[in-house]
């Protein structure tokens, strides 16, 4: 009797573990079920080399047997199911809030999680003299590498974006936690091509002293931090990194300026906003987040106002292509942002729509509030950015 009840134990196991993704190899893995006895981004057995057959969750786009993440093949912006896994990408979509169609397309929850392929961190330092004001300051800046980065291949060469945190915050904000990890999958999981990312400080000091990037009564002369970017920055960084710059004098930066984006958030997103202003000539893309065009005045800009702020860059270098793909989130962000882009939309100055090849303007809603959503942001840019001909 007791034999037959360890048979069928010992069935019932069998069975269960069958059920729950064994290998029908007959080693005694189980798939999710072992601690390091499977590879959860290849769906491989560590034990025996067989592959799961995939049990694929459309919600997740993750298998419920092996855990792995399906690496979707259809456009990761298009609301369409992907082939493999079934999964759709949620992509909001409003028609009326600006007088024109606004698209978000959310990250997949699995990207909060690490990435088997992280990119790197570098800690690269600079001076700058670039104010005037008899101080050479000693600076540095946070440089993200994307993963298979080879510093012993100069052929391979990559775009730069240059990110600018907000008030308050510091060049780490999105190079730590969730943030990393969106952009390390970003990279690993979608068609969007690796990038550099330079995050900036337009602080003069650790201790969050204020710098040249705003009007006040210490600094008169209002916007200035440009002239560190192009100056010391961009010379510091391109000259170090494999990328498309070969000349690194004013001339050679312009030459080079379809392989360069600025960015920035909040009160780094003002900044990129007069980044555009003063600094067109230097970068083709440009994505300011979470912030209305402020201007470097005592008195804040009207509508129209920043509208002319914008306006006269484009026209002062007409042969200069350029695209804006401006981002803000709900009613808990800043809703001001909404309304100036509705009258920017209303001018019928700049061509509106995601084609670089035809448009060079266009506006992310999501319903996100004012906290840390760049890396979610560029998951929607940086399918803009570097396309199109000529780039």
Known sequence: MKRYLRGLFFAAVAAALLYAGGCSRGCEHVWGKVPGSFDRYTGICTVCGEACTHDWNTKTGACRICKKYCEHTHGTSEDVPCGICGHTFQVKVTEDVIGARTEFAITPRTWDFECPQPGTIEKLEYDTDAYDDGTVYHKYVLVYLPYGYDETDASKKYNVVYFQHANGSTREIILTGRSKNVLDNMFYMSD????????????????????????????????????????????????????????????????????????????????????????????????????????????????????????????????????????????????????????????????????????????????????????????????????????
């Not at 650790?206 to 002239?227: C, I, K, M």
């Not at 808990?332 to 509106?352: H, K, L, M, N, T």
């Not at 999501?366 to 780039?391: E, I, K, R």
């Open 192 to 391: 969007i091509e690796p990038v550099i990312i330079v995050c900036t400080t337009f602080y003069m000091d650790d201790n969050l002293t204020l710098g040249y990037d705003v009007w006040s009564e210490a600094n008169p002369q209002g916007f200035r931090f440009h002239r560190e970017v192009i100056e010391d920055i961009i010379p510091a960084v391109e000259s170090k990194y494999h990328t498309y710059t070969e000349q690194f004098d004013a001339e050679g930066l312009i030459r080079s300026r379809d392989h360069r984006a600025f960015t920035g958030f909040s009160r780094g997103g003002a900044c990129t906003w007069n980044m555009i202003h003063y600094a067109f000539e230097y970068f083709r893309w440009w994505s300011p987040m979470s912030c209305t065009v402020t201007g470097d005045a005592e008195t804040p800009f009207t509508d129209q106002q920043a509208f002319e702020h914008l306006k006269s860059a484009a026209e002062a270098h007409p042969d200069m292509k350029y695209f804006i793909f401006a981002a803000s989130g709900g009613d808990e962000d800043i809703p001001a942002v909404r309304g100036q882009i509705r009258y920017f939309v209303s001018q019928d100055y700049f061509s509106y729509g995601k084609d670089p090849d035809q448009n060079n303007f266009f506006y992310l809603l999501s319903d996100y509030n004012h906290g840390n959503f760049a890396a979610d942001y560029y998951y929607n840019s940086l399918q803009v950015f570097f396309t199109g001909n000529g780039t």
